[in-house]
């Protein structure tokens, strides 16, 4: 069965890195769009960034973009997500998603449990 | 950028109720929308995909409609697994918005 387990949360200070590991198994990774989303606490879903089967073409939303880097390592079956010059507003459970339906402009059919990450001083 | 609005954004109802969520768009999106299910503390569940299709395993009950700029998501008859937060998502771009969000809490 498909399973995603994303770890690397955690509490870090404002303007600190962070890199987040998501963890595949159960179905042909390297076939399959990865995205990152996030959940800031008590608030709605968040589109954060997906990279493309191969790993050639990532994409980010704008209040990430120049700060988080994601990418994967298909031999290992695992996605990241490089979080540098972190705030306060990045605070938020983060998913990671196997998406479908297009070559980056995806729906998501599996998620992860999440893992939090706290931006404070 | 596309945005996703939803309405309402709580809903009160019981159990047997029928329940009709909308969806959103400033411009078109042709089909290209999802509704997920999230219930406290879990990650959402894929429930409609291309605005009308059954995910897999989800119960018929749940049913989706609409394209271009307007969407619902319409439960026939509420049972006491279906109060969560629902959520819309359009995939038409490179940019990938979900709509705030529709909690469905027990009148």
């Known amino acids: 069965q498909v399973q995603l387990v994303e770890s690397g949360g955690g509490v870090v200070q404002p303007g600190r890195s962070l890199r987040l590991s998501c963890a595949a198994s159960?179905?042909?990774?390297?076939?399959?769009?990865m995205h990152w989303v996030r959940q800031a606490p008590g608030k709605g879903l968040e589109w954060v960034a997906v990279?493309?089967?191969?790993?050639?073409?990532?994409y980010y939303a704008d209040s990430v973009k120049g700060r988080f880097t994601i990418s994967r390592d298909n031999s290992k079956n695992t996605l990241y997500l490089q979080m540098n010059r972190l705030r306060t507003e990045d605070t938020a459970v983060y998913y990671c998603?196997?998406?479908?339906?297009?070559?980056?402009?995806?729906?998501?059919?599996?998620w992860g449990q999440g893992t939090l990450v706290t931006v404070s001083s | 950028d596309i945005q996703m609005t939803q309405s309402p954004s709580t809903l009160s109802a019981s159990v047997g109720d029928r329940l009709t969520i909308t969806c959103r768009a400033t411009?078109?999106?042709?089909?290209?929308l999802a509704w997920y299910q999230q219930k406290p503390g879990k990650a959402p569940k894929l429930l409609i995909y291309?605005?009308?299709s059954l995910e897999s395993g989800v119960p018929s009950r749940f049913s989706g409609s609409g394209s271009g700029t307007e969407f619902t998501l319409t439960i026939s008859s509420l049972q006491p697994d279906d109060f969560a937060t629902y959520y819309c998502?359009?995939?038409?771009?490179?940019?990938?918005?979900f709509g705030g969000g529709t909690r469905v809490e027990i009148k």
């Open positions: 998603a196997r998406g479908i339906g297009g070559y980056v402009s995806n729906y998501f059919d599996y």
């Open positions: 291309q605005a009308s």
């Open positions: 159960g179905f042909t990774f390297s076939s399959y769009t």
């Open positions: 998502q359009h995939y038409n771009s490179y940019s990938l918005p």
């Open positions: 990279i493309s089967y191969d790993g050639s073409d990532p």
């Open positions: 411009q078109s999106i042709s089909s290209r």
